[in-house]
Antibody, heavy 121, light 108 residues
Framework: EVHLFESGGDFVQPGGSLRLSCAAS????????MSWVRQAPGKGLDWFSG????????QYADSVKGRFTISRDNSKNTLYLQMNSLRAEDTAVYYC??????????????WGQGTLVTVSS | SYVLTQPPSVSVAPGQTARITCGGN??????VHWYQQKPGQAPVLVVY???ARPSGIPERFSGSNSGNPATLTIGRVEAGDEADYYC???????????FGTGTKVTVL
């Protein structure tokens, strides 16, 4: 059974940094692209970063480009998100989501339960 | 950037049919996917590639994308279908995922 479990969410001041992790199990992790999707309180879903199964290809939305870095360790079945220069508007529940194949353009067939990041002074 | 527009809300009586639209430029040329999200829970895929259903999703959920807009149809609506629904595509021009604005389905 596929499981995705996010961790690392916390309360952080503006300008601070945080690293999120997403532990995967139940499938061959390196064969699937992964994405991070966030949801601000009371708002909709917002895709902002993805990475291919090999880790060689990454994509970012303009809203996080240059501040966030997505990576993966296929030996540990874990997806990461390094978030720097955090802003109040980054406050959200952060989900990791699995693509249906090795390509980012595939749909998201499994999701974690999310981890809350709060950016406030 | 690519924009997907959904109605903010749809209300439907139990046993009736709910239709949720998703509009975007040339959306008929893209594969549209739909997700259901209940309060406090992660999204769940209910339709992919315009009209395919993942295993475990009732046949009452169907999708179409023959032009603008794409549509998610929920037949014989039940109280348990009350949730937010989001459409999603991959925008190949920017190589980014895009979600619709979301529709709250209320079962009367």
């Amino acid at each position: 059974e596929v499981h995705l479990f996010e961790s690392g969410g916390d309360f952080v001041q503006p300008g601070g940094s945080l690293r999120l992790s997403c532990a995967a199990s139940g499938f061959t992790f390196s064969s699937y692209a992964m994405s991070w999707v966030r949801q601000a309180p009371g708002k909709g879903l917002d895709w902002f970063s993805g990475i291919s199964g090999s880790g060689y290809s990454t994509q970012y939305a303009d809203s996080v480009k240059g501040r966030f870095t997505i990576s993966r360790d296929n030996s540990k079945n874990t997806l990461y998100l390094q978030m720097n220069s955090l802003r109040a508007e980054d406050t959200a529940v952060y989900y990791c989501a699995r693509s249906n194949g090795n390509y980012l353009r595939d749909f998201f067939d499994y999701w974690g339960q999310g981890t809350l990041v709060t950016v406030s002074s | 950037s690519y924009v997907l527009t959904q109605p903010p809300s749809v209300s439907v009586a139990p046993g009736q049919t709910a239709r949720i639209t998703c509009g975007g430029n040339d959306i008929g040329t893209k594969s549209v996917h739909w997700y259901q999200q209940k309060p406090g829970q992660a999204p769940v895929l209910v339709v992919y590639d315009d009209s395919a259903r993942p295993s475990g999703i009732p046949e009452r959920f169907s999708g179409s994308n023959s032009g603008n807009p794409a549509t998610l149809t929920i037949g014989r609506v039940e109280a348990g279908d009350e949730a937010d629904y989001y459409c999603q595509v991959w925008d190949s021009s920017s190589d980014q995922g895009v979600f619709g604005t979301g529709t709250k389905v209320t079962v009367l």
